[in-house]
């Protein structure tokens, strides 16, 4: 059973066992350096630095995220390290550093992303208890208070990739079906992300989505269930029946060819086109 860190009181304990837990992230797998011109700080004008202050300070720095989406590149989709270039989706973009590291090795690479919801303010609706296609789910602004608006969205991190200039789609993924041609796409990717869309006993409809939309291979990772949320017997037993689910996934054509653990758990799986 995954204890919550939070529940050991001596901080240096705390720390090692954050470390251990996603040391996968951090350590110098094969010794060999990201991309060095994608080290720089990201080219932020003042608005951007504004917004930059208002973020969680981890994902604030260009280098940090890199060397964190090199390993994850380097862990869990190598092949696109050495292939000819794809066509590359992911959803939930965030800082952009995975789609940057593809884009350098030659890949077509699309971003999304969206108003973050996940967080209540003022008795506000959460994103992750949604059904999916809610018709009754409403927000006037995400966590961050930028306002929600699809004629003109907004979002976290929109400073940061447009710095980059990485293309995106902005869409909720909380609605289906999404903005892509069957088969558009040669792989798809969802890290850390579908729990902020809408209720896990609906992820499965997404990941057909995803499916429908991939080629080739589909690849997602899990938050690990939050304390909270692990209380809510629903939302447990769906996260679980999930996670079960896409271990013995067949289906639309795909099949799962890799579970992979991270936080002590399985959490990330890859689907392989047949």
Sequence with gaps: MLHDVRTFKDPAVRKLIKQERTKADNIDLFGE?????????????????????????????RARNIERCWNRIQLYMPELLISQPQDVLELSTAHGAMLEILRHYGHNVMGTDYANMAWSKDGAAM??????????????????????????????????VESIDLPMTVFDAGHAPYPFADKSYDMVMCFQAIEHYCHPKDWMVLIDEFCRISRKSVFVMLNRIMPQFREREDYNAAFNDFRHGMRSYSKNGFICTGTFVHWDQALGFKLTAQ
């Design 33 to 61: 350096k990201p991309p060095a011109e994608l080290m720089a700080d990201y080219p932020l004008d003042a608005e951007g630095l504004r917004r930059s202050a208002k973020m969680q300070q981890k994902y604030a720095k």
């Design 127 to 160: 994103a992750q208890f949604r059904a999916l296609n809610d018709p009754d789910f409403a927000r006037e602004f995400d966590d961050r208070g930028n306002p929600i608006d699809p004629e003109k969205p907004d979002w976290p991190y929109r400073h940061v």
